[in-house]
């Protein structure tokens, strides 16, 4: 009996001990567990942050002038957080409102960071300019993907709503946010304004292809016709991304009020207009890089009344017989960098209008086309003034002009520190023109008012002209002549034939620092006797 009461308790004693370890080891194992997994979610990384905007950063010859800036904004249907009283009488926004809490789109209208990881490639695209089929590169949180608020990209449905919700609520943000044009769909899209300020800066994506209504015919009757994208009174904007904005421009093209498009090669009367494919009006701290633009039925750029522009690596293309599809047109416009891009069209491939100051080019493939020109100025007797322009390390091919300034006979104002530097000539026409008589008709009368042309440096400037042309052409008022021209390192050949033709020259004034091929001998020496007697317009 007692043997039994004895094995009784070690029996209880021997499962007390089991259910203790039991419970120790179970709640060691839980421990375990949550140790680890607090230790995954440590490691998880934050999404990328987008990189800051760099803070840095023409025209149909008788399109536009300097009295043609606009007081007011510019036209098309409007995209802004206040659509029915867009703009007062003096041409700035009305005040909004704050925006309501409700003013952004729900969590999901937000594209999420890609699944797959950015290519490791170092050229998304390859050299013919098409997208390579590489993923999507990764962006930061706040990015407005444009079919997330319903565009379509089938290149045949409307997206302009799509695009102006996506606009709104990005630049709603107060950090920088992406408006994403993704790659792979095409997007057709209305004349449209996107008008800023935006809270922080904004980036416009274009990975995919933007483009509008194919030709005049498909255009909105309520829409203007002068215009397509438009960028109004935007601060730290980037237009970016290895897409294609295709303008459509044939059929604007084929207007029979166009050049040389009426019967017997006649340019018939009627309504012209034809849209400019992007513009930039009373904006600063600017960048566009990267884009490809083909085909605008007018100038495939316009910067208005704005100021540190930067623009590079872009590509523009567009027939050489297009009309008026100028490249870069800017106007009133300061602190404006353009450089490494190419641009073969129609037109100028960089204009520069009245009212700018401070503008450097460089490193320019530019042709065919019509050169890069400074004008027209004075058009309709108006006063234009432009000064501090450099071109530089650039190349002209068969263009029609290589680097030019051209004023209206009546105008008024002055041209003056301008330095074209290193640029190579091949098989241009006019490698190097002054034309204080522009004209582009046979009815322009004489007039003794002219926009003054002084400061002008021509240095390194080499290659072959074409023979139907002098090389170097100063054709300067009688009234208010050139003066301060200055030409070393100088050397054009024809680019067939060996038959050099002579420079010409009239009323102007200025000085050789090394001899020139082939020989300037008709520049002047000292100042116009006609410049001492006149009150000249220095602006």
């Known amino acids: 009996m007692a043997f039994s009461r004895v094995s009784l308790l070690v029996f209880c004693v021997s499962l007390i001990c089991f259910f203790f370890s039991s419970e120790a080891r179970r709640h060691h194992h839980v421990k375990h567990k949550?140790?680890?997994?607090?230790?995954?979610?440590?490691?998880?990384?934050?999404?990328?942050?987008?990189p800051p905007l760099s803070a840095d950063p023409p025209i149909?010859?008788?399109a536009y002038n300097s009295t043609d800036a606009p007081s007011h904004p510019p036209e098309a249907s409007r995209s802004s957080h206040d659509h029915e009283n867009a703009y007062n009488s003096t041409a700035s926004p009305s005040p909004s409102p704050s925006p309501p809490e409700t003013a952004h789109p729900p969590n999901h209208a937000r594209a999420p960071p890609p699944s797959n990881p950015p290519s490791n490639e170092d050229d998304e695209y390859n050299s013919t300019g098409a997208p390579s089929p590489s993923p999507s590169p990764a962006y930061p949180a706040n990015v407005f993907d444009v079919r997330k608020f319903g565009a379509v990209g089938d290149g045949i449905t409307d997206d302009t709503e799509a695009f102006k919700m996506a606009w709104d609520s990005a630049c709603q943000e107060e950090d920088s946010a992406v408006l994403l044009v993704p790659y792979g769909s095409s997007f057709m899209i209305q004349s449209t304004i996107f008008t800023g300020p935006c809270q922080g800066g904004i980036v416009f994506q274009v990975d995919g292809t933007l483009m509008p209504p194919d030709g005049p015919d498909s255009w909105a009757q309520k829409n203007s016709k002068r215009q397509w994208l438009v960028f109004y009174r935007v601060n730290q904007m980037s237009l970016q991304g290895g897409g294609v904005i295709d303008g459509r421009g044939q059929k604007w093209w084929?207007?029979?009020?166009?050049?040389?498009?009426?019967?017997?090669?006649?340019?018939?009367?009627?309504?012209?207009?034809?849209?400019?494919?992007i513009r930039f009006f009373m904006s600063s701290n600017l960048t566009v890089q990267g884009i490809r633009v083909k085909d605008s039925p007018q100038f495939n750029f316009r910067f208005d009344n704005c100021k540190n522009v930067h623009v590079e690596s872009i590509h523009i293309t567009a027939p050489p017989l297009s009309p008026n599809t100028d490249g870069i047109h800017i106007e009133n416009a300061n602190g404006v960098k353009i450089y490494n891009s190419v641009i073969s069209n129609g037109d100028d491939c960089v204009s520069i209008g009245s009212g700018c100051y401070d503008v450097d080019i460089w490193n320019i493939t530019c042709g065919p086309g019509h050169g890069i020109s400074i004008g027209s100025l004075g058009n309709h007797n108006s006063r234009a003034c432009v000064s501090n322009i450099t071109v530089r390390d650039s190349v002209i091919k068969s263009s029609d002009n290589g680097v030019r300034i051209k004023t209206w006979q009546g105008g008024s104002g002055a041209v003056s520190g301008i330095t074209f530097s290193n640029i190579h000539m091949n098989n241009v026409k006019n490698p190097i023109i002054i034309d204080q008589f522009y004209c582009l008709s046979k009815g322009c009368s004489n007039q003794t008012s002219a926009v003054y042309v002084s400061d002008i440096v021509y240095e390194n400037i080499k290659g072959t002209y074409d023979i139907r042309s002098p090389p170097m052409r100063f054709a300067c008022s009688d009234s208010v002549p050139c003066t301060n021209l200055t030409l070393s390192d100088v050397e054009l050949l024809p680019a067939k034939g060996d038959l050099v033709s002579d420079p010409y020259c009239w009323n102007a004034y200025g000085d050789l620092q090394t001899l020139t091929i082939p020989p300037v001998s008709c520049l002047m020496e000292g100042v116009p006797r006609s410049l001492l007697n006149n009150d000249i317009d220095h602006c």
């Open 34 to 50: 949550h140790t680890h997994h607090h230790h995954i979610v440590s490691e998880i990384s934050e999404p990328p942050s987008l």
């Open 254 to 277: 084929d207007l029979p009020c166009k050049p040389h498009k009426g019967i017997n090669r006649t340019t018939l009367p009627g309504p012209c207009d034809s849209p400019i494919a």
């Open 60 to 62: 149909d010859d008788n």
